[in-house]
């Protein structure tokens, strides 16, 4: 048996994890980690858990508009900024965080607008947040993207701690870093949701990289390339 799950390479046609009918390959969790994975099912008991997983499963389902008609497939209908902001109002969210990279300042701005458009109490953090300087990282000047000048390091952590003492209730990333963002997730004490996922060089998609794969951006695959 494979020593790892691997779900994105799944082949079988109907699947153990959708079906009770369905089949599975050696590498599926739920073969491997069958216990685990039904001792994880109470965590859903927690009345927080189910509040936010019910809201959640009922908002996927209200994205597709009118239920799929037999033999037709769901259609999308709904933004991720009306699904998030939609979310919070289900929630009954008294105030919604809004943690942003500062090279996503406008985004982050329209982000806020568009919450409050639906009555939501926005608050919202820059990841400059404590003017802390690169050097406390331990970073070298040629490390900086601009060596020679001041540069504040990204502030993850203090934009939790900032979100956390102005109670926000849910917390939604546009644009931080990556690795930050994994900062921002751990030291939030709200529940965290992402409107905007930072790829500078796709205009912040960076799943057009993924569905170049076979083109233009092919050079991904190369192994040992970065």
């Known amino acids: 048996m494979p020593d790892a799950s691997m779900c994105a390479y799944c082949q079988e ?3 153990l994890c959708e079906s009770d009918t369905g089949t599975a390959p050696p590498f599926c969790p739920m073969l491997r980690f069958g216990d685990s994975l039904q001792e994880s099912a109470t965590e859903y008991d927690r009345e927080d858990v189910l ?20 033999g037709r497939r769901p259609r999308p209908v ?4 009306e699904e998030i902001r939609e979310l919070a109002l ?3 969210c008294g105030r919604v965080g809004v943690a942003f990279c500062t090279g996503l300042r406008r985004e982050a701005a329209l982000c806020c607008r568009a919450l409050e458009a639906v009555s939501l109490e926005v608050v919202s953090v820059s990841c400059k947040v404590g003017r802390r300087p690169k050097e406390v990282l331990g970073l070298q000047d040629d490390q900086k993207i601009r060596p020679g000048r001041f540069e504040a390091m990204c502030n993850p952590i203090g934009q939790a701690e900032v979100l956390n003492a102005e109670n ?3 917390n939604v ?3 931080l870093c990556v690795g930050h963002d994994s900062l921002f997730f751990r030291y939030s004490r709200a529940p965290v949701t ?6 500078r ?4 998609n960076p799943a057009a990289a993924l569905y170049n794969l076979p083109g233009y951006y092919s050079s991904l695959l190369d192994v040992g390339g970065d």
């Not at 709904?78 to 900024?81: A, D, E, L, M, Q």
């Not at 060089?201 to 912040?204: A, E, P, S, W």
């Open 13 to 15: 046609e109907s699947r």
């Open 51 to 70: 509040r936010i997983s019910r809201m959640a499963s009922i908002q996927e389902g209200e994205g597709y508009g009118e239920p799929a008609k037999v």
């Open 78 to 81: 709904k933004t991720r900024v």
């Open 90 to 92: 289900k929630l009954e």
């Open 168 to 170: 926000s209730e849910l």
């Open 173 to 175: 990333v546009v644009g």
């Open 194 to 199: 992402v409107l905007v996922a930072k790829d």
């Open 201 to 204: 060089v796709t205009g912040h």
